[in-house]
């Protein structure tokens, strides 16, 4: 594969990487060094679990980088009335965008109305900001993933995303493994919504090689925990 210069990535990756910090160990201090690489290396947005909204506002104030936080993450199992109240409060407290996890169950079990009224929830909430519809592809057939899409571009989303990156392989099917975004799921969520809807890549995206392929597929963003790595390769 070529190799590609730093400045190169810079011009071409920074600003669709959304830095990503998600764990559920991190600290004040590990907030605080996710804000200055993003600061520093001029990365769209940093990505974090509401209770550090707050805090990543402050920090960012003066720059452009904007506050994307998750909404019934990671599971998706919240109620629709929890999903809204917590996409309102972010929204009120700072954040720019919203990443919230789909009803799987209720997709699982064919519930196009369940699932799209709990995506409306969240996008009424926003009022007017991004909603990105996490889909958790790596448990979903392609048929899943195309219905996702449509409920998502119906209840009026503006990103349907792939992974929250916590996705895992059954423990009793083998090795326990990260499942996260593909080249073949961002080809067809882009095949599904078109120039319609944006597509966000996330999941295990640790290279730069990887990071263009999935923008060559048709990923408008990529959700990474890795920003300032990438561009450093």
């Given at each position: 594969?070529?190799?590609?210069?730093?400045?190169?990535?810079?011009?071409?990756?920074?600003?669709?990487?959304?830095?990503?910090?998600?764990?559920?160990?991190?600290?004040?201090?590990?907030?605080?060094?996710?804000?200055?690489?993003?600061?520093?290396?001029?990365?769209?947005?940093?990505?974090?679990?509401?209770?550090?909204?707050?805090?990543?506002?402050?920090?960012?104030?003066?720059?452009?980088?904007?506050?994307?936080?998750?909404?019934?993450?990671?599971?998706?199992?919240?109620?629709?009335?929890?999903?809204?109240?917590?996409?309102?409060?972010?929204?009120?407290?700072?954040?720019?965008?919203?990443?919230?996890?789909?009803?799987?169950?209720?997709?699982?079990?064919?519930?196009?109305?369940?699932?799209?009224?709990?995506?409306?929830?969240?996008?009424?909430?926003?009022?007017?900001?991004?909603?990105?519809?996490?889909?958790?592809?790596?448990?979903?057939?392609?048929?899943?993933?195309?219905?996702?899409?449509?409920?998502?571009?119906?209840?009026?989303?503006?990103?349907?995303?792939?992974?929250?990156?916590?996705?895992r392989q059954d423990l009793q099917t083998g090795p326990v493994q990260s499942l996260g975004a593909t080249v073949h799921d961002v080809r067809l969520l882009r095949a599904c919504v078109g120039e319609?809807?944006?597509?966000?890549?996330?999941?295990?995206?640790?290279?730069?090689?990887?990071?263009?392929?999935?923008?060559?597929?048709?990923?408008?963003?990529?959700?990474?925990?890795a920003g300032p790595a990438l561009l450093a390769k």
């Amino acid at each position: 594969m070529t190799s590609r210069s730093p400045s190169t990535l810079d011009s071409s990756i920074a600003q669709k990487i959304e830095h990503t910090l998600l764990s559920p160990l991190a600290t004040r201090a590990h907030i605080d060094r996710h804000c200055a690489e993003a600061r520093t290396h001029e990365l769209f947005a940093v990505c974090v679990h509401p209770t550090w909204v707050p805090r990543c506002v402050e920090l960012l104030r003066e720059t452009p980088v904007v506050v994307v936080t998750v909404v019934g993450f990671p599971l998706g199992a919240n109620t629709s009335a929890a999903k809204a109240f917590e996409c309102a409060t972010a929204l009120r407290q700072g954040a720019a965008e919203i990443d919230m996890v789909l009803s799987l169950g209720a997709l699982k079990a064919g519930d196009r109305f369940g699932v799209r009224d709990d995506i409306a929830a969240v996008v009424k909430a926003a009022d007017g900001r991004p909603v990105k519809v996490i889909l958790e592809t790596a448990y979903l057939s392609d048929s899943e993933k195309q219905l996702a899409c449509a409920l998502a571009e119906e209840a009026g989303a503006q990103f349907v995303k792939t992974s929250t990156g916590f996705a895992r392989q059954d423990l009793q099917t083998g090795p326990v493994q990260s499942l996260g975004a593909t080249v073949h799921d961002v080809r067809l969520l882009r095949a599904c919504v078109g120039e319609r809807l944006r597509v966000k890549a996330s999941g295990g995206i640790r290279s730069a090689d990887l990071a263009h392929e999935l923008i060559a597929a048709g990923a408008d963003r990529i959700g990474t925990s890795a920003g300032p790595a990438l561009l450093a390769k």
